[in-house]
Structures are given as C-alpha cells and as structure tokens.
C-alpha cells in the first residue's frame, strides 16, 4: 500500500481545518515575509539558547537534590572520597562524574546560560543603536529589558545551586546584600533564607525558582515578545524598493523555516562543542562550600560582573546616625546602580521621543551613523558598563599585570567617570565622521586609486558611481525635520505644540531637543548631479558649499 | 461620562449591524476570501466535500496572498544544483555519522576511569557536536543553495485600527463602565477600591512563616565567657605556642558542632611579632602575648576574609579586596568595607589554652539597617566600665 504524500498532506490540513477553520490563519503565517540580515538573528540565538537551556535543565533536574543535608561523599570522584558536603554539591559530583552524558549535559547547560545572557546584550545593543525600539515597539523593548534582567537573576540562581566554594560565596554576598537594604533588609533576607544565613530553607526555595518561577515568567515574556514581533512584523535596513509600508525578504515557507530550522541546529552544535571541550565551571576542584574558607580570584559568572565590580569599587560609606545604620557601600552599588541602570534601559524609548519629539512610526531602521547622539549615549553606557565589569575582576588585573590592587582600584574608580563622556564624544564623532564620509560618497563616487591626466595637463582622479543598494541607503537617511511617516489618519500628536515656551521642563526639552537633533549632517539636495570623478564638484573656488562640512549648530 | 463628551458616536451604537459591519470593514481582501469560502461552510459531513485537485483540469493557483513574490531571473545552472544537492547530503550523512559516534561512545569508552570519564565526555561530545552540526549545515545549505532567492514583498498594514474602530471600541467599554456606574457610584467605587486595595494584606502574614525574625541572632556569633578556641578543621584547642610568629589560624568557640549553626563565629587568631600590635584604648588586655582574634566574616558582604599578608599584617577580602590592618584594631586601609573587623578579647588559662573573654562587642559580619553598636556583651563591658 502506497500513501501518496500529496493526498496526505491536504487530509492532515483539512482534518485541522475542519475543526479549527486555520486555513487562512496557516496560509497567512506560511506567507510571512521575514527581512535578511545577519544581525536579525541574535535574538534568534537567545531563543534556541533558551530552548537549549529547558533541555538540558530538565535532564539535570532529573539527577539534582537540592538540598544542603550534610553527608559523607563516597562517589567515583577520589580525592573528594570521605569529604563532609551537602547533597547538593554531593549531587552535582553525581551528575558530573556518575550519570552517563551528566557532565556534558551540565556543561553545555552552562554554556548556554553564559550565551543566552550574551546574545540577549548583543541583541539589544543592535536594537538600540538601530533605533529598532522606536513607535511601535516600546512595548517589546520593555519586555525585553525584563527578559535581560530577569535571565540575569536565572543565571545567578543556577550558578548558586551546586554548592560548590564559588556559588556559595556569591550566595553569601546576596545575602548581605539583601541585608543591606534600609528598613526591611534583615527581616526580607531571614524570610528569604528561612533564617539566618545559611539556614536549611533556602536551597529548595532557590532550586523551585530557578526550574519554575523564573524560567516561567521568562516563558511567558518570551512568548509576548515574539507573538508582538509577528504581529508588527520585523524592521528593515533601508534598501532599493524598502519603504516604511512594506517588508521585503523571504517567506516563512519554506526558506525562513529551514534557515531557522538549520541555525537552531547549529547553535546547538556550537554549545554542545563547547560542553565537549572547554570545561566550564570545574566544581570538583573549587571543593564544597564552607562559610569559612574561600579561594583567590573569586569571579561569578560574566553576567554578574559589573554588580561585582561594582560592589568592589564603591567608596566604604556607611552611616550611623538615630540608632540605625545605613551601609551605602552595599546598598547603592548592588541595589540602587542596577535598578537605576535598568530602569533607564527600559525607559529610554520615551526619552529619545522626549527630548527629539518625534512621535511617528518607524519601521525602516536608522543605520547607527544616522543618530550621531543616539550612538554617543550607547558608547557611554557601554563603556560604563565594560569598566564595571573589568572592575569585578581588579584582582586578576592586578595579578596578571603585577599591579598593586589598590592601584587598579583607584583607577577603575577615577575611569567610570572619566571615561564615559569621552567615550560619548567619540561614538558621536565617529557617526557624524561616518555621515560625512557617506555624502562624499554620494557627491563623487568611489575612489579608484587611478589617477588620469587630462590633456589640458590637469590630473582628475577617476572615480566610480556607487552601487543603487548603496545610494537607497544613503539618500534615505532620515532627517528630524522630516514629516512622520503617514499614518493614516491624524494621530493626537502634540504636533505644533511640542515645545511651548516657557516653563522649565519645556526649556529643558527644548535644550536636549537641541543637544539631540542638531549636530546632523545635512541631507544632500535631491537630484544632485554626481559626475563620478569629483571633477570641479566641491573643490576649488567654485566649489559647492553643500559638499563641505557638515551642518552645525551655530551656537558652537 | 461627560455630556459634553464631543466624539461620542451615539448614532454608531444604532445603526443595523450590517452596515455596523462593513464600517469595521479592515481587510477587504480577506473579508472576501471568507465570503468566497462561505458556501463551504454549510457543508456537513466530510464525504460532501469535493476533491479539486484530482479532477484532470485542476491547475494549482499561484500563491494568493497579500505577499507578491518575483523569483529573480537566475542561471539555474545545473551542475551546481547537483554539487549543492550532494553536499547538502553529505551533511545529513556526517550527522549520521556523529549520532553514530555519541551512541557508540558509550559501548568503547568508560564513565568509570583513571580520567573519570573526561575520554567518554570528548567522545559523546564530538558525536553531539557533529550529529547537530550537520543537520544545521544541511538546513542552511538547503536553503540557500538550492532554493530560488526570492524578494517576497508584503504590505504591512498600519499598527493602529481606523478611528471608527477605535471609536466603537471606546465607547463599547466606556459604555460598559457607565453601565457599572463607576464613575456615579461614589460609595461602590471607594469600597470596591479599598477592598481590593487591603485584599493582598493577608499574604503577609500567610508568608509570615517562611523564616523567624532576625531576633538578636545577628548579634550572637557563638563566643561566650571562657570558652576555648579550637581549630575549626581539627576542632582541637589552641595553645599558647601552637602558633609560629607570623601564623594564624581559624577558629571557632569549643563544641560548636556545625560551622552553619554560627555563621559569623569564624574568627582569625593570629600571632604577630612581639611590638607590632598597637592595642586600642580599652583592648590593652585583649591580646595575650602578641596573639589576636578577630572575627573572620567581612564586614562588607560577608565573605570570609581569607587572605593574610604576614609581612605588612594585613587581613585582606578576597572578594572585594578589602583590606584590614590588624595591628591597628584591624581598621579598613583599603577597600569597600565600611568599618573594622570586630575583636575578640582571650585570655590564657593556667593550662595555656586560649580562651574567650566575652563574646564580640560590637555585631560582626555585614551592616543592616536596624544594626544596634554594641551587642548585650558589649552593652555588659561598657556598664562595667
């Protein structure tokens, strides 16, 4: 008996279609056109490295006792044979050395934590400094800031569960932190712990949030995410043919499902390669958590670096006053600077609307260089954030460089405020440098290296026009004076009257407004004629003023 | 609602559904792809349905949709098909081989072994790496090298309804809220809002039970009057002598049984050289023979503060690098932490064993909001005094 798979296919489909009328549904989602670009995909990572990370999870959940009941271990690992440890070290060892694919299991699960935390960072800093979070998709960059924040504390959670020397001083420093906080701190971190710390409560409580809670919440918020996405449809470059009305790519079916398919595949294949050989978190040799001892160059996870370099740097302010005591030195850098840090994340969408006043829908994206300001403010934050990091590990600077730790402090101290704001005036620069290299472009074409001699003697240099994906791209940067896009029918924008005089927070926007907006490079003049060898085009006494030097603020 | 409410489309809400209908109208195309299927919908059971495809005259239809695709005039040149077509299987066929190899794995190499297994965990390793390395590569390869590169185009429609729409849907739910009286019921509305507002008081105390109240048992380390220092890894008690000049050692109070029971009870009793201790007003007797205590947990964030330097004696964090200088009632030099290590005042009895005076006088480990300067032992000395 044959089964023709043409006939069976459209049974299967009119068997679901008679029961959920999904034809059109389906046919619309098989038609869903998705842009190419590879920077597109680093979300994608993110979700194969969650997917990944349910996987693995749920295979080592299978083997993991969370618990810290002491017991003597008589596993196949010797040197810790007849070793006092908790069951959850006592397990992990199980899981590493006595379960069949349990270590690569385990190392693979790591390594997808460490990648999905990254890919998240990466993929945002591509959605920041593509402006892809602009109307209509705050909502989406406001779930993914959770989603970063709340795979950070995930992470934090599965690095603390095997007990081992390393995870149990991180747990340790949480629990002062929690401390740390005025009025509630002691009382939260006793609830927390189920006591004083370490109490016998908290690892079972730990364990539930990092298998259900978190990965819960997380699951939830991912699913939001993406179902927003489809429902808005992806940003694009701008390119030939590309407006703000269209999508141009390739469809879901079939090339957008194998390609996902295949990179999903090969995420995996990465991950499994690194659990197969580069070892990860080695807990046998840092030995079972003693609340006495600790080792040298203790790092957390990557993820948390910039909370532990900042805990490192912070000043050692502490105040008594009134009978209570306030330790700054914990509170500000481990709750305070991320709250702060994320909540500015989060709202920075109605910020950049804020101090530009464009309120318009965009769905084709900046090429960074088109927001000179917008870049500024990513490289000050990065920098910030990269300094704090290399902070956490201020021992290992100073050992590796044979640096006085106190130096390297000092310095980390002194570079988070320092370096920032030149790393604001650099993006900015470099972008505005970019811009103006980009009309050159467009007023004279690409330089060939051929230089020619004219017969009257004079010496051009031949140059070439650029291509038209090349010229789409350029000519369409969008300037801030420029209309909205149309959306319609009239929006209640505050349109006219934007900016009222008067009144300081007008003022104030007004000032940022102008801080934001006016150091663009002028667009170039529609129609311009380009002759290709920049021959008489911008140079000598007849030269075109426009082809100069970009636009500038006059105040300056 | 306000009367003077101006949008307020009180004619839409009356109009006969149909026409209601058409002015939701948003997607003309679909709506009259559903018409066009509508006649298919009376249909009952499915051995009414027909069969298109299998008369002689049924042509596929291009793809209807709102996507206009223009497969781009390309070379399809065949004998590239065909090498791409065997690479591409060649990839399924290493994934093969890699499952294969992960299988097998477990049949040549041992998890129990002088390596403990890390042969098995390389093997099973590359098996893995390989088996999903070519899947993905034979996906991707499918896809781009012998699929059509196409430039699909769809429309997007607008991120917002039309305004009628968005009208209706105003007035439906304001409609509704008026119908509740929300903003008549004055009474309703504050009682309902203060009952759901006082609603999730309860959680408090049904969570009341997850831990006891901190108590004074931040202020208890376990030391007490005359209690023995014993080593905290041989539990053993310390006598004058055991340490070099320059040695240290950590200790806790005898018959603590587990370390966790006392958490901050880790304490540093180190022998400095003779002279080098400069002892605070009111500690001169804390130290016997250049032998001090101080309590081990960081004052910062609670990390055992492990590190001491016998040249410069100092105690160092190794977490965050906090630095304290013991002969000097060991006073924060460097670092975040806010203020010095607490010292346990010992004393030696006749036998030369170590022994506690009190316990700490001020609470050891980190800071906390409600932190008292003194515990009850110190509160004791400070009255004696």
């Known amino acids: ?556 | 609602m306000s009367s003077d409410e101006p949008r307020k489309p009180e004619d839409l809400g009356n109009q006969p559904p149909a026409a209601e209908e058409a002015r939701l109208r948003r997607r003309p195309v679909r709506r009259q792809q559903e018409t066009e299927r509508h006649p298919e919908a009376a249909r009952e059971t499915e051995s009414q349905r027909t069969r298109p495809w299998e008369e002689p005259e049924y042509t596929r239809p291009s793809h209807a949709s709102e996507v206009t695709s223009e497969p781009q005039a390309e070379q399809v040149d065949a004998a590239a098909m065909l090498r791409a077509e065997r690479a591409v299987t060649a990839m399924f066929l290493l994934s093969v081989l890699g499952t294969a190899l992960f299988c097998f794995g477990f049949v040549f190499f041992s998890l129990h072994n002088s390596n403990y297994g890390q042969t098995l965990n390389l093997v099973i390793g590359a098996g893995l790496t390989i088996s999903l390395f070519g899947l993905g590569a034979g996906f991707v390869m499918w896809a781009k090298k012998l699929m059509p590169h196409e430039d699909a185009v769809q429309e997007r429609e607008p991120m917002h309804s039309l305004e009628e729409e968005e009208l209706l849907t105003e007035e439906l739910f304001l409609k509704g809220a008026d119908e509740l009286g929300i903003p008549r019921r004055k009474l309703l509305r504050r009682t309902a809002l203060l009952a759901l507002g006082i609603f999730p008081i309860p959680i408090v105390f049904a969570l009341r039970d997850m831990g006891p109240l901190p108590g004074k048992k931040l202020y208890h380390s376990g030391w007490r009057k005359g209690v023995r220092l014993v080593d905290l890894d041989t539990q053993q008690p310390i006598k004058v002598g055991d340490l070099p000049v320059g040695g240290y050692a950590t200790v806790m109070p005898e018959g603590f049984g587990s370390v966790n029971e006392f958490p901050t009870g880790p304490t540093m009793l180190i022998r400095l050289p003779p002279g080098v201790n400069q002892p605070a007003k009111g500690r001169e007797d804390w130290a016997v023979g250049g032998h001090v205590a101080y309590n081990k947990i960081c004052t910062h964030a609670g990390c055992p503060v492990g590190l001491y330097e016998q040249q410069t004696h100092h105690l160092l964090c190794p977490c965050h690098q906090s630095t304290f200088d013991v002969p000097r009632a060991c006073k924060v030099i460097f670092g975040p932490a806010g203020h010095p290590l607490p010292q346990l005042p010992i004393y030696v009895d006749k036998d030369g064993y170590f022994r506690a005076q009190s316990d700490f006088h001020v609470p050891p480990g980190p800071s906390f909001f409600w932190r008292k300067s003194k515990t009850p032992a110190g509160e004791q000395e400070a009255k004696k005094a």
């Open chain 1, 1 to 556: 008996m044959s089964v023709n798979p043409e006939i069976a296919t459209r049974k299967t489909l009119r068997y679901v279609d008679d029961r959920l009328a999904s034809a059109s549904f389906l046919r619309r989602t098989f038609n869903k056109v998705f842009p190419d670009h590879w920077s597109f995909m680093l979300g994608e990572i993110a979700l194969y490295s969650f997917i990944i990370l349910i996987l693995t999870g749920t295979f080592l959940a299978f083997f993991f006792h969370a618990s810290t009941s002491e017991l003597v271990y008589n596993g196949s690992y010797v040197p810790l044979k007849g070793v006092e440890m908790s069951e959850a070290y006592a397990s992990t060892l199980h899981i590493s050395f006595d379960v069949r694919a349990g270590l690569l299991i385990r190392q693979i699960h790591h390594w997808a934590a460490l990648l999905f935390v990254a890919s998240i960072v990466v993929h945002l800093c591509r959605v920041f400094f593509t402006g892809a979070f602009r109307k209509p998709r705050e909502i989406n960059w406001v779930i993914g800031t959770a989603l970063l924040t709340l795979g950070i504390l995930e992470g934090f959670a599965g690095y603390s569960l095997p007990d081992d020397l390393l995870s149990g001083t991180g747990i340790r420093i949480g629990f002062s932190v929690l401390e740390s906080i005025p009025l509630v701190g002691e009382y939260a971190a006793f609830l927390l712990f189920g006591g004083n710390y370490p109490g016998q409560e908290f690892f079972p409580r730990l364990f539930i949030a990092h298998v259900f809670l978190l990965p819960g919440i997380i699951a939830g918020l991912i699913g939001a995410h993406l179902m927003i996405l489809w429902h808005q449809k992806h940003t694009d470059f701008p390119g030939p043919g590309k407006t703000e009305h269209n999508v141009i790519g390739s469809r879901l079916w079939p090339t957008y499902a194998l390609k996902g398919q295949g990179f999903f595949f090969l995420t995996f294949a990465v991950l499994a390669a690194l659990g197969a050989f580069f070892q990860i978190n080695p807990i046998w040799l840092w030995g079972p958590y003693k609340l006495s001892n600790v080792s040298m160059l203790a790092q957390p996870d990557w993820y948390m670096g910039f909370l532990e370099g900042a805990l490192r740097i912070f000043p050692n302010l502490e105040s008594q006053f009134l009978g209570v005591t306030i330790p700054w030195n914990v509170f500000l850098p481990s709750i305070v600077l991320p709250g702060l840090l994320f909540t500015l994340l989060g709202v920075y969408p109605w910020l950049e609307k804020w101090w530009t006043g464009d309120k318009g829908y965009h769905h084709v994206l900046d090429r960074p260089r088109d927001n000179p300001t917008r870049v500024g403010i990513g490289c000050m934050a990065l920098s910030f954030y990269v300094l704090l990091f290399a902070a956490g590990g201020n021992d290992a600077i100073a050992a590796t460089f044979s640096l006085s730790v106190n130096a390297v402090t000092w310095f980390f101290r002194g570079a988070v405020f320092i370096v920032p704001p030149i790393a604001f005036y650099f993006g900015k620069r470099i972008a505005l440098g970019l811009q103006h290299s980009d009309r050159e472009l467009l007023a004279h074409g690409k330089e060939t290296g051929i230089i020619r001699r004219l017969p009257s003697g004079e010496y051009i240099e031949i140059t070439t026009p650029i291509s038209d994906h090349a010229r789409a791209v350029i000519e369409r940067r969008p300037m801030i004076e420029e209309p909205a896009p149309d959306t319609g029918h009239p929006r209640p924008t505050r349109g006219s009257q934007a900016y009222p005089r008067g009144g300081m927070v007008a003022t104030a926007q007004r000032r940022l407004s102008d801080f934001f907006v006016e150091r663009r490079t002028r667009a170039l003049p529609p129609g311009r004629p380009t002759d290709g060898n920049g021959h008489g085009n911008g140079h000598g006494p007849n030269g075109d003023p426009d082809a100069g030097e970009p636009l500038r603020n006059p105040s300056e």
